[in-house]
């Protein structure tokens, strides 16, 4: 008969005396606080956010009074801007209207209907046009490429490197430092050192060790076994027996090495990379930025952001470092947007220095074309010079319609 207390099996022997003793596991060498008990094993652990120093650490730099390590310091509006030459007068508008004829309506059509697979061919190469209504959209753009600054508190490793500090003279100001894009009118971000701001000093988040308390042992250099939950045993069935065995994980100890730390308590500081020491320096962020806004004069019912996409012909175009808003366009409806979006701009950005303007004007043709098809009345519109078709109520719509040629 088998006995009702649990066997007690190990590696070498019954395990609770010397036999089968697991193997011995590294002191660790973190020297600080550390918990009494062992922390639970966790695969998921991660290290904390470290913490930026204080503020009260950092030197005091002439301009630069009050920053932070957020790298959203606000900075004293730019100073005016002064162009090289003065502004040019706009040059005289451009306005053409193309037309199309039933041919190349029809093919319009024609190729708008192979774009879909479940379109009907029929329609198109029947229908009766009743009219061809030509008219013209205007696509107004006006850009304003800006550059904006902000400043903040930085820190890198120190590992050698050359440091540019206040012994090297004064710090110019954010707007002082001469940049340049690679680029107008393209969005840019360039971070760069302020001269003479750099300094070297001690580790905060380490105090200039180097490493520090392991995050997922918590500076014991083990952890807590997963599998048997540290108590080094576990039950397991035998030939059909119940048995209270040695956990095979952590050899009965009911710990485990650290896998993060390798049973050191410590790992390297995440600030400093192990280096002990920072450089502390003021960064200046320059961000290029073109703003860019959109008006459409189209008379029709077509939607408008199809005009924006589709090829027109330029109508109008000036560059200058400050626009004037078009005055004798055609289409008073451009002119009047044009004023509107040209002083929208001269306010719209008090933290940046505008550096360059532009604005033009594109006439995309548009022909509403009425047809006849089965005694059924609709309407669809070609427009651009590549013919695009928006015909959202054409007749042949359905699947069925594939198959009738």
Known sequence: MASSQPLVQGQGGTYGGTQGAPAPVDAPSFQGDVPTEDAAENPNAAPPQ????????????????????????????????????????????????????????????????????????????????????????????????????????????????PIDGPMNGPSPRPWDIQVQPLKIFQDEVRYMEVPHTASVKPCHNCFARGHVRCYHCFGRGRVRCSS??????????????????????????????????????????????RAGQLKYYIKLTITWKNHKLDHVVERTSLPPELITRAQGQMAFKDEQYRVAPVMNFPEPAVNEASQQLVSNHSSAFPSER????????????????????????????????????????????????????
């Open 50 to 161: 470290p913490s930026a120093p204080s503020l009260e650490k950092m030197d005091a730099v002439h301009g630069y009074e009050g920053l932070g390590f957020d790298a959203n310091a606000p900075l004293a509006p730019p100073p005016p801007y002064t162009p090289s030459e003065a502004p040019k007068p706009a040059p005289q508008a451009n306005v053409n209207i193309p037309k199309v004829t039933e041919e190349q309506t029809r093919q319009a059509l024609l190729d708008h209907v192979a774009q879909h697979c479940c379109y009907g061919k029929k329609a198109a190469r029947e229908l009766i046009f009743n009219s061809i209504t030509p008219s013209s959209a205007f696509h107004y753009t006006l850009e304003t490429f800006a550059e904006g600054r902000s400043t903040a508190w930085a820190m890198d490793p120190y590992t050698g490197q």
């Open 354 to 405: 505008i550096l360059m303007q532009r604005h033009q004007v594109r006439i995309v043709p548009v022909s509403d074309v009425s047809y006849m098809w089965k005694n059924q009345t609709g309407h669809f519109w070609v427009y651009g010079y590549e013919h695009s078709v928006h015909a959202p109520d054409y007749p042949q719509q359905c699947c069925w319609g594939c198959n009738i040629l």
């Open 228 to 273: 048997c939950s540290g108590s080094g045993m576990n039950w397991v069935y035998r030939n059909g027996e119940r048995v209270y065995e040695r956990c095979t994980w952590c050899f009965g100890s009911g710990r485990k090495r650290c896998s993060t730390c390798h049973g050191h308590g410590q790992v390297g500081c995440p600030v400093c990379h």
